[in-house]
């Protein structure tokens, strides 16, 4: 029994693609190319799937990115009108005492 595996450099720990065959089906010229070109395309398709995984994992920090700073403008706002609700109510009850 032969057992194939994408390689590590492919796979990147995401994606393990194993695939088993008879010994006597290899010994078939045939069959042998068959598997290689088989082996070839899930390859391809594990180096497809990292590049995507990649791509994901690129967008998802840009988005914690984004969201950290969107979060501290919204912190920093609410500061800012707390201080103004602050002074302008100490503005009012300075007024209202001159009346």
């Known amino acids: 029994m032969i057992l194939a595996v ?8 995401h994606i393990l693609v194993m695939l088993t065959c008879s010994i006597s089906m290899i010994k ?10 088989h082996l070839k ?15 994901c994992q690129q967008k998802i920090e840009e988005s914690w990115f984004v969201a950290k ?3 501290a403008k919204s912190k920093a706002a609410k500061e800012v ?3 103004l609700a602050v002074k302008l109510s100490g503005e009012v009850s300075t007024n209202l005492c001159k009346i």
């Open 41 to 55: 395309r899930l390859e391809e398709q594990c180096e497809l799937k990292n590049h995507k995984i990649q791509e």
């Open 6 to 13: 994408c390689p590590p450099q492919l796979a990147n720990g």
């Open 69 to 71: 700073e969107e979060a």
């Open 28 to 37: 078939t010229p045939g069959i042998w190319l068959c598997f290689l070109d």
């Open 81 to 83: 009108i707390k201080a």
